[in-house]
């Protein structure tokens, strides 16, 4: 008789045994939780095109990130709209800014929650483009070198406020070194760095504009961010923050870009993190809410892909959700 021997099936046919050889397994410990933070008191406003996400003032996002810790999360990352924006920036890295003041406050409520912040000007600045301006034969540009002293007094901000670790997402080049030299000149050599290695233009962001009011009001990002077209550019963003310093590196976003998480990872031996953005939360949301998709089921499928393609760390909105079903 000339039939193969099918062994791999009786595996599957068991729950349990199923269980036992799973190469991926996704665990609350996996996740980080992005959340928003506004001036204001008591406030808790909805993100439309995120729905279950909210603009918290200070003493709502402290119960909020409760909340997240008691369901098993073990991180947050903060991103701050601040109470007026500026050409330079300025409330990113004022002492008693918006994000500076929220760190202090979840800090002193849920000491052992890790506190990220998120470090960026372009929630800050009044043309909402990451660093400030300059002309370059008639264009007007992000100045990228007048950009990483602005961006590494943010970061040293967030650290005198009791961050945990500081991510910088504008893709400016150097700003790894210019962060790592600041902190540790101030003592702060035991604050990691979380770079956003290799960040891509990408439509999947549109929501989170809404959510942190940081549409660039000419032009794009394309001029710093990458271009989805380019796969192997990553790697090369991934040895530069690594050799800067860089302590963990992400990919931003996660779902359209698992092959460059799998390069990344086949690449560094830093612990690699996966930015499931606003645009990909909103698309599970939206067809959820239509019944047109199980939600617990499709999040749970995306999120581990996002790990068996070499994730450490997911930052995804789902976060919260996500340890309620994996049953913290
Ligand atoms: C700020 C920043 C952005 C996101 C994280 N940090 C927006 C952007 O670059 O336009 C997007 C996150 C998301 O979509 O969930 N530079």
Redesign the pocket.
């Known amino acids: 008789m000339g039939f193969p021997t099918r062994r791999m099936r009786r595996l599957r046919g068991s729950a349990p045994l199923r269980e036992m050889v799973a190469e991926t397994r996704l665990a609350p410990s996996d996740l980080v939780l992005?959340l928003f933070v506004r001036p204001g008191e008591g406030e808790a406003r909805p993100i439309e095109s995120m729905p279950g996400n909210f603009q918290y003032s200070i003493d709502r996002l402290v119960g909020a990130a409760k909340e997240a810790a008691d369901a098993g999360v073990p991180a947050v990352l903060l991103?701050g709209i601040p109470s007026s924006k500026d050409s330079q920036g300025s409330e990113a890295y004022a002492e008693r800014g918006i994000v500076q003041e929220a760190v202090r406050a979840v800090k002193s409520e849920c000491p052992s929650l890790v506190v990220v912040t998120?470090v960026?000007l372009?929630?800050y600045t009044d043309h909402g483009h990451?660093g400030p301006l300059k002309e370059i034969r008639g264009r007007r540009v992000v100045d990228n070198d007048a950009a990483l002293e602005l961006l590494a007094r943010a970061a040293l901000t967030h650290a005198e406020a009791g961050a945990d670790v500081v991510a910088p997402?504008?893709m400016m080049d150097g700003r790894v070194g210019a962060i790592r030299i600041v902190l540790d000149e101030a003592g702060h050599t035991d604050v990691p760095i979380m770079s956003y290695a290799a960040?891509y233009a990408s439509a999947?962001?549109g929501?989170?504009?809404d959510a942190?009011e940081?549409p660039p009001k000419f032009g794009d990002?394309r001029g710093y961010?990458m271009d989805y077209r380019a796969g192997r550019q990553a790697a090369l963003e991934a040895d530069a923050d690594a050799a800067e310093g860089a302590d963990m590196l992400m990919v931003?976003p996660a779902l359209a870009y698992l092959d460059v998480i799998a390069d990344v990872r086949r690449r560094s031996a830093l612990p690699l993190a996966a930015?499931h953005?606003?645009?990909e939360y909103a698309m599970l949301k939206a067809a959820a809410a239509n019944g047109w998709l199980d939600e617990r089921g499709a999040v749970i499928e995306v999120t581990t892909a996002i790990k068996r393609a070499g994730a450490d760390l997911i930052i995804t909105?789902y976060a919260e959700q996500l340890a309620e079903w994996l049953g913290a």
Do not use: H
Request: glycine share 4%.
């Open positions: 992005p991103f998120d960026c372009c929630e990451c997402s504008d960040k999947f962001y929501p989170f504009r942190a940081s990002r961010q931003k930015y953005v606003s645009g909105y």
